[in-house]
C-alpha cells in the first residue's frame, strides 16, 4: 500500500479538524464578539465553540468520524444558508459559502470513505 493511502486520509482529517479547532478556539478567544457575530448572544456562542473543539477531537482522532462528519457537513449547509445566503451584491460574502461547501466536500468524502488507517475507529 502506498504511503500516501495511509497517511492522506489522516493528513486530510488533521486539516479539517485545525479548522474546526481555530473557529472554536476564536469564539473562546472573544466571546463577546462572537456573539455579536452570531447575533444569539453568549450562551449559543460558547456552545459553538466547544462544539467546535469536539467536532475537531472527533475528526483529528477519527473517533465517530462518519457521524461526525455528516452532522459537521449539516451544520456548514445551515451555517451557510442563514449566515452567507447570497453571494450577489457582497463580493465580500462570496468566498465563505465556497468554503463552507469545499469544508463540506470533505466531509462527505470522510463520511463515505471512512477515517483511514490511523484512526480510533479504523474503518
Not at 19 to 43: C, D, E, M, N, V
Not at 66 to 78: D, E, N, R, S, T
Request: glycine letters at 14%.
Amino acid at each position: 500500500m502506498p504511503a500516501f493511502a495511509a497517511l492522506g486520509p489522516l493528513t486530510g482529517k488533521l486539516l479539517l479538524s485545525a479548522i474546526f479547532l481555530y473557529s472554536g478556539y476564536q469564539k473562546l478567544a472573544a466571546p463577546a464578539r462572537a456573539a455579536s457575530t452570531i447575533g444569539h448572544g453568549l450562551p449559543l456562542a460558547a456552545l459553538l465553540a466547544y462544539a467546535a473543539g469536539a467536532v475537531a477531537l472527533c475528526l483529528g482522532l477519527g473517533l465517530r468520524a462518519h457521524g461526525v462528519a455528516l452532522a459537521a457537513f449539516g451544520y456548514l449547509a445551515v451555517v451557510s444558508s442563514v449566515f452567507h445566503p447570497t453571494m450577489r451584491g457582497d463580493h465580500g460574502q462570496a468566498p465563505h459559502p465556497l468554503k463552507n461547501a469545499g469544508i463540506g466536500g470533505g466531509m462527505l468524502l470522510l463520511a463515505s470513505c471512512g477515517p483511514g488507517r490511523f484512526s480510533l475507529d479504523r474503518s
